[in-house]
């Protein structure tokens, strides 16, 4: 049984992605988007790599058993796929924006006898649609901001992260149409007939992500300093305590917990009495 991921060849979403799935133990033998597709250190596994836009219906169709893709292009292209785990990187809103000295201020403002420019013309369709409107949608390839500076549209719809850009370009957001972020699909055949291979996959990469932000504390503690090292502990589950082979009733605790809790934390474990305080990354939680 082969199972085969479709991830970014270029791009913002490309060695994020790459990066998720070798921590999640696949490693790239060829780690070079010159190639099509590349082996990893699993042998039932390859990575093909792909356009970012083409990847939904590569996973849609069976080319590919699962891939890597932002929700705003699988929306856009309308695929079937099953997403099974939020990458939590690559946030973006799909917006839509006006000239900032434009009277349009808000979706009341906007009549069918508008034109759009988007990449995305088929969620900026249904957003209309869904608002009584019928404006002309023009399709763009690429600069999209300046399609209401050069007469070809009245309003655009785009990607915005921070909204820095399309305030560059003088451009005043009106409205969210989608929120969107990076997710790990999957297809319904390779969901049923591929099941173990696709449930390995998706489990390990959402280790990755539930590991970041997150520390393992290990330290040792004297038994009469238990109780108060264990109030101190945020964790988990709980920490856990085992028994030290030593002269002294001794204890090691462990247990995993916030990144930004670590420096407070270790100065008031160590004020209770807690030693060999020892802070480790954690590559995945399963």
Do not use: C
């Not at 033998?29 to 390859?46: A, G, M, P, W």
Request: hydrophobic share 40%; charged share 25%; aromatic share 4%.
């Amino acid at each position: 049984m082969k199972l085969k991921i479709a991830v970014p060849s270029k791009g913002r979403i490309s060695n994020p992605s790459i990066n998720i799935l070798e921590k999640a133990g696949l490693g790239l033998k060829y780690n070079n988007n010159r190639k099509l597709v590349s082996k990893t250190h699993n042998e039932n596994i390859d990575i093909m790599f792909a356009r970012a836009s083409d990847i939904p219906e590569f996973v849609s169709d069976g080319i590919v058993d699962m891939g890597i893709s932002g929700i705003d292009l699988i929306k856009e292209s309308e695929s079937e796929v099953i997403e099974l785990t939020d990458l939590n990187f690559g946030k973006t809103r799909l917006v839509l924006a006006s000239p900032e000295d434009s009277k349009i201020n808000s979706i009341n403002d906007v009549t069918s006898e508008m034109t759009i420019a988007t990449e995305f013309p088929t969620l900026t369709k249904k957003y209309f649609k869904n608002h009584s409107l019928e404006p002309k949608i023009v399709k763009l390839s690429g600069s999209t901001e300046i399609a209401p500076f050069i007469g070809v549209a009245d309003l655009i719809t785009d990607l915005t992260s921070t909204g820095t850009t399309l305030k560059m370009n003088h451009l005043k957001i009106i409205d969210t149409i989608l929120e969107s972020t990076i997710v790990l699909i999957t297809n319904k055949e390779s969901f049923e007939n591929k099941k173990p291979l696709v449930e390995a996959v998706s489990s390990s990469v959402k280790g990755v992500i539930d590991a970041v932000g997150k520390k393992l504390i290990m330290m040792n503690v004297k038994s009469k300093d238990l109780d108060a090292v264990r109030k101190l502990m945020p964790s988990m589950e709980g920490p856990t305590v085992s028994e030290v082979l030593s002269k002294e009733k001794t204890v090691a605790i462990q247990a995993v917990v916030d990144e930004e809790e670590v420096f407070e934390l270790v100065n008031n474990l160590r004020k209770a009495g807690a030693k060999d305080i020892l802070v480790v990354p954690i590559e995945r939680i399963i």
